[in-house]
Protein backbone atom coordinates (compact mmCIF):
# COMPACT_ATOMS: atom_id res chain seq x y z
CA UNK A 1 0.00 0.00 0.00
CA UNK A 2 1.16 3.09 -0.45
CA UNK A 3 0.28 6.67 1.47
CA UNK A 4 0.74 9.83 -0.07
CA UNK A 5 -0.07 13.28 1.57
CA UNK A 6 -0.52 16.21 -0.66
CA UNK A 7 0.95 20.02 0.72
CA UNK A 8 0.66 23.68 -0.57
CA UNK A 9 -2.88 24.51 -1.56
CA UNK A 10 -4.15 28.03 -0.18
CA UNK A 11 -5.32 31.19 -0.98
CA UNK A 12 -3.67 33.40 -3.87
CA UNK A 13 -4.94 35.87 -6.47
CA UNK A 14 -5.45 35.51 -9.91
CA UNK A 15 -2.36 35.50 -12.05
CA UNK A 16 -0.28 34.21 -8.83
CA UNK A 17 1.45 30.59 -8.49
CA UNK A 18 1.73 27.77 -6.45
CA UNK A 19 3.77 24.88 -5.47
CA UNK A 20 2.17 21.71 -4.68
CA UNK A 21 3.92 18.79 -2.87
CA UNK A 22 2.73 15.37 -2.87
CA UNK A 23 5.04 12.98 -0.79
CA UNK A 24 4.89 9.30 -1.24
CA UNK A 25 5.62 6.31 1.62
CA UNK A 26 5.17 2.63 1.57
CA UNK A 27 5.56 0.60 -1.15
CA UNK A 28 7.25 2.57 -2.94
CA UNK A 29 8.69 0.31 -5.72
CA UNK A 30 4.90 -0.21 -6.88
CA UNK A 31 4.29 3.43 -8.13
CA UNK A 32 5.07 3.83 -12.15
CA UNK A 33 2.83 6.70 -12.96
CA UNK A 34 1.77 9.83 -10.99
CA UNK A 35 -0.83 12.53 -11.04
CA UNK A 36 -2.53 15.34 -10.05
CA UNK A 37 -6.39 15.57 -10.57
CA UNK A 38 -9.02 17.93 -9.07
CA UNK A 39 -12.57 18.44 -7.86
CA UNK A 40 -14.18 21.78 -8.16
CA UNK A 41 -18.18 22.00 -6.75
CA UNK A 42 -20.58 20.55 -8.20
CA UNK A 43 -18.34 18.73 -10.95
CA UNK A 44 -16.75 15.14 -11.29
CA UNK A 45 -12.90 15.21 -10.97
CA UNK A 46 -10.68 15.39 -13.75
CA UNK A 47 -7.13 14.94 -14.69
CA UNK A 48 -4.77 17.89 -14.93
CA UNK A 49 -1.43 16.32 -15.21
CA UNK A 50 0.18 12.57 -15.23
CA UNK A 51 4.18 11.95 -15.00
CA UNK A 52 5.65 8.49 -16.18
CA UNK A 53 8.62 6.99 -14.17
CA UNK A 54 10.57 7.66 -16.59
CA UNK A 55 10.03 11.18 -16.76
CA UNK A 56 7.03 11.31 -19.36
CA UNK A 57 4.60 13.84 -18.94
CA UNK A 58 1.05 15.13 -20.23
CA UNK A 59 -1.40 18.18 -19.24
CA UNK A 60 -4.55 18.89 -19.34
CA UNK A 61 -5.38 21.46 -22.35
CA UNK A 62 -6.73 24.00 -20.03
CA UNK A 63 -3.83 23.92 -17.99
CA UNK A 64 -0.64 23.59 -20.97
CA UNK A 65 1.55 26.21 -20.58
CA UNK A 66 0.88 27.29 -16.63
CA UNK A 67 1.41 24.04 -14.73
CA UNK A 68 4.68 21.89 -14.47
CA UNK A 69 4.50 18.46 -12.96
CA UNK A 70 7.86 17.04 -11.99
CA UNK A 71 9.27 14.52 -9.94
CA UNK A 72 11.87 13.69 -7.45
CA UNK A 73 12.27 10.06 -6.94
CA UNK A 74 15.05 9.80 -4.49
CA UNK A 75 12.59 11.99 -2.17
CA UNK A 76 9.50 9.94 -3.07
CA UNK A 77 7.67 13.19 -4.20
CA UNK A 78 5.88 14.80 -7.01
CA UNK A 79 5.31 18.26 -7.59
CA UNK A 80 3.02 20.51 -9.47
CA UNK A 81 4.01 24.17 -10.28
CA UNK A 82 0.97 26.61 -11.39
CA UNK A 83 1.66 30.13 -12.38
CA UNK A 84 -0.49 32.31 -14.34
CA UNK A 85 -3.78 30.90 -12.01
CA UNK A 86 -7.51 31.46 -12.83
CA UNK A 87 -10.49 31.34 -10.99
CA UNK A 88 -11.59 28.17 -12.69
CA UNK A 89 -8.52 26.50 -10.89
CA UNK A 90 -10.37 26.71 -8.14
CA UNK A 91 -10.57 23.38 -6.47
CA UNK A 92 -9.32 20.51 -4.49
CA UNK A 93 -6.47 18.95 -5.72
CA UNK A 94 -5.63 15.02 -5.46
CA UNK A 95 -2.52 12.96 -5.98
CA UNK A 96 -2.81 9.93 -7.19
CA UNK A 97 0.36 6.80 -7.59
CA UNK A 98 -0.68 3.53 -9.44
CA UNK A 99 1.59 0.66 -10.83
CA UNK A 100 -0.12 0.63 -14.38
CA UNK A 101 -0.66 3.39 -16.95
CA UNK A 102 -3.85 1.88 -18.44
CA UNK A 103 -6.09 1.50 -15.01
CA UNK A 104 -6.45 2.42 -11.86
CA UNK A 105 -6.21 -0.95 -9.87
CA UNK A 106 -3.90 -0.67 -7.35
CA UNK A 107 -4.38 3.17 -7.22
CA UNK A 108 -4.19 5.16 -4.12
CA UNK A 109 -5.07 8.82 -3.81
CA UNK A 110 -4.10 11.63 -1.15
CA UNK A 111 -6.53 13.36 1.06
CA UNK A 112 -6.14 16.41 -1.14
CA UNK A 113 -5.55 19.95 -0.85
CA UNK A 114 -7.72 23.30 -1.21
CA UNK A 115 -6.72 25.80 -4.33
CA UNK A 116 -8.77 28.93 -4.24
CA UNK A 117 -8.21 31.42 -6.96
CA UNK A 118 -9.62 34.71 -6.13
CA UNK A 119 -10.31 37.37 -8.93
Known amino acids: QVQLVESGGGLVQAGGSLRLSCAAS????????MGWYRQAPGKQREVVAG???????NYADSVKGRFTISRDNAKNTMYLQMNSLKPEDTAVYYC?????????????WGQGTQVTVSS
Open 96 to 108: NARPFASTFIGSS
Open 26 to 33: GSIFSINV
Open 51 to 57: ISSGGDT
